[in-house]
């Protein structure tokens, strides 16, 4: 039941807010001394409208200024990221408007973009230099496979939005592309350690150099270490786990026209979790238990670039990626191997990309339980696109393309989009946008056959509850429509809104297959099948707004606002008997503000300040968290950094049970951490 804000509670949150009070009051105390005492350089090397001309990839699959795309999108930089404190991706996206991150426990996450969150949110689609880790087995991504040394990472571009156009299905809600650093940026060695009382140890070896007269190279091997949660029993979750990686990176500029890029890891995790029996936590199954997951796997990348004569350039990009993971009882492989050529020309005021690609998955699934029919299957997936940035005038450019895929499950598919961008003046752009992007089906929604778990029927009698995929399951899609102004209004203000209305159709559920229960083969029951169907839609409407504001030399606000509003209905003919799943998976409200401060030439001071609204699906209160970071540089080399995370409170739920996991609790913790070049 959603609590209320009574008069006491009310009074509680204010007590709170004075005691941090002086925590926000010291940039501002600081600001007034900072320049008489100390007679340390701007808070950053790069002026706002620098910024504003930061070159992005990710809208149109070409370099484009951020300024002028017409598109809700946001670049965490490599300054962002030293900053923040954060120690993992997951806490990284928390800073992005529009999306939403809640820790499950101490090894999964939901991280979604406009709504639909869960635990496989299966509407966002992330890469890795390109390269996809959206899993087409169960449609969503295993955020803790991921992992890249965050000292590596150039940038990371978040669309919200559809990006189905250029990137394909699956990019439905919108894209988050980590794009890593050159290994002409990475030279020499870096040594990382780091612990604390939840992140009991963080440990990075990395060097770099030149590899022969044209090339750069990097090597790295890290290490990590995470406690246990807790229940909101109390009891602990079981659920820390350890890590092992190693990669590296290569680049070569093999002719004045020609750079080739190798790049590939390997990786291994041990964890474990408390989760319900059967595969949700909905049915009324009894204690949790506690379960090992364990995950191995690696990647492997090489991508060819070519200038032409004439100015066009072409790409090739083909990687190789394969896991194995024990998840819930199922012992899961996978495997791909993609393909992607991309051409990217100008013919008077056009500004054409197109490119055409193949993409081979292999996949399986089994465990008592849990199983896919047959159990190993490879899928193909043929795609091209074409898109058109046409210059109207100097200040109106239209942009308008299409992404054509065959999927082995639906068949052929195509998600068009438009676009215009209106250049008020050289610092202010109106944009418009629309564009349709599907969710192609999964694996598992195709051929599965699990049992969810026993549900009572009557005294003494139990029946078991089967779900079977659906071989003519239709792709989830999406007609979206937005608007968006970015302006750096003053020299030391910037400020990005965007709008958008959406419109979802073909939504899945889970549907009885008969109208009558059948008898259990094994004779102990009944049993109940249900087979996943498209019998929901949805339509949601908000926006988010972000700003950037430079106070004076030493002190920099980047506070964010997001919004929205959703409206899921089962269709008429909907017969689940789980109800409308999607009804408050999505927080109302977000906002928070982000503080970076140079307390001295070496010294810094950074805070984070969070806010979420209520989240229903899980009766989940809304809250508010408070990470700070404090930091000192000795020289150029070394840098020492104490981070305090979820201060204002001893423990917190974020999101609760989710797909058969129990939700732990987040507790306050502090994390100590020094880098070292060399």
């Not at 071989?471 to 979206?480: G, H, I, S, V, Y």
């Amino acid at each position: 039941m959603k609590k209320r804000l009574t008069a006491a509670s009310f009074a509680v949150r204010v007590w709170r807010f004075r005691t941090l009070l002086p925590v926000y009051l010291l940039p501002s105390v600081f600001s007034l001394v900072a320049p008489a005492a100390f007679g340390q350089p701007d808070l950053s090397n790069a002026s706002l409208e620098q910024l504003m001309d930061v070159q992005v990839t990710s809208v149109n699959k070409k370099e484009q200024k951020l300024a002028r795309t017409a598109a809700a999108i946001f670049v965490i930089s490599a300054e962002d990221i030293r900053r923040s404190g954060a120690t993992n991706i997951p806490d990284l996206l928390r800073m992005v408007p529009g999306v939403q991150v809640s820790r499950i426990d101490a090894n999964a996450w939901s991280i979604s973009i406009r709504g639909f969150n869960m635990r496989y949110s299966n509407k966002v689609l992330a890469l890795i230099d390109g390269r996809s880790i959206y899993s087409s087995s169960f449609s969503g991504v295993y955020w803790d496979q991921q992992s890249v040394p965050l000292e590596d990472i150039e940038r990371i571009e978040v669309i919200r939005g559809p990006g189905g156009t250029v990137w394909g299905a699956n990019a439905v809600n919108g894209v988050i592309n980590i794009i890593t650093k050159h290994a002409n940026a990475t030279h020499g060695g870096l040594f990382v350690a780091g612990t604390g009382n939840e992140d009991t140890a963080q440990g990075l070896l990395q060097y770099g150099g030149r590899a022969g007269k044209d090339g750069d190279y990097r090597v790295f091997s890290s290490y990590s270490r995470i406690a246990d949660s807790s229940l909101p029993s109390g009891i602990s979750a079981g659920d820390g786990w350890r890590r092992i990686q190693g990669g590296g990176r290569a680049d070569w500029d093999v002719t004045p026209s020609d750079s080739l890029t190798v790049e590939g890891s390997a990786y291994s995790n041990s964890e474990g979790q408390t989760r319900w029996p059967g595969f949700t936590s909905l049915l009324p199954q009894g204690a949790p238990f506690q379960d090992v997951v364990t995950a191995r796997g690696g990647d492997l990348m090489g991508r060819w670039d070519h200038i032409f004569q004439g100015g066009s350039d072409a790409s090739l990009h083909v990687y190789a990626d394969t896991y194995r993971r024990i998840d819930l009882g199922a012992a899961e492989t996978h495997k791909t191997l993609d393909f992607d050529f991309q051409h990217h020309l100008k013919l008077g005021r056009n500004d054409i990309v197109w490119g055409a690609g193949y993409r081979a998955s292999d996949s399986g699934a089994a465990s008592a339980s849990l199983y896919f029919v047959p159990v190993s299957q490879t899928d193909s997936l043929y795609s091209t696109f074409i898109q058109d940035e046409i210059n109207m005038n100097d200040r109106l450019w239209l942009t308008i393309g299409s992404k054509f895929e065959h999927n082995a499950y639906t068949g052929f598919e195509f998600e068009p989009g438009a676009s215009l961008a209106w250049t008020l003046t050289g610092r202010q752009t109106v944009w418009i946008s629309a564009a349709k992007a599907i969710r192609q089906p999964s694996r598992f929604e195709n051929v599965v056959d699990a049992t969810l778990g026993t549900v009572p029927v009557a005294p003494g009698v139990t029946g078991t509850l089967v779900l079977l995929g659906n071989p003519n399951f239709q792709a989830e899609e999406l007609r979206d429509y937005e608007a968006g102004y970015r302006a750096q209004l003053t020299k030391d203000f910037s400020l990005d809104i965007a709008m958008f209305g959406s419109i979802y159709k073909h939504l899945a559920t889970d549907e009885p297959l008969a109208s009558l229960p059948l008898q259990n083969p094994s004779g102990s029951g009944l049993l109940f099948q249900l087979m996943v169907a498209n019998k929901e839609h949805a339509t949601d409407y908000g926006g988010e707004l972000s700003a950037t504001w430079n106070v004076n030399r030493h002190w920099r606000i980047s506070p964010s606002y997001s919004w929205i509003e959703m409206k899921p209905e089962l269709d008429p003919d909907s017969l689940t008997p789980f109800g409308n799943l999607l009804n408050g998976d999505a927080p109302k409200h977000m906002f928070q503000v982000r503080s970076f401060f140079n307390l001295s030439k070496n010294v810094e001071f950074d805070s984070t300040a969070y806010y979420v609204a209520h989240l229903a699906i899980n009766d989940v209160p809304g809250n508010f968290r408070l990470d700070t970071r404090i930091g000192w540089r000795r020289g150029e080399g070394v840098e020492f950094s104490v981070v305090g995370q979820n201060l204002l409170r001893p423990q917190t739920l974020e999101f609760g049970n989710a797909a058969a996991v129990a939700g732990t609790l987040v507790q306050r913790s502090i994390f100590g951490k020094v880098t070292w070049r060399f």
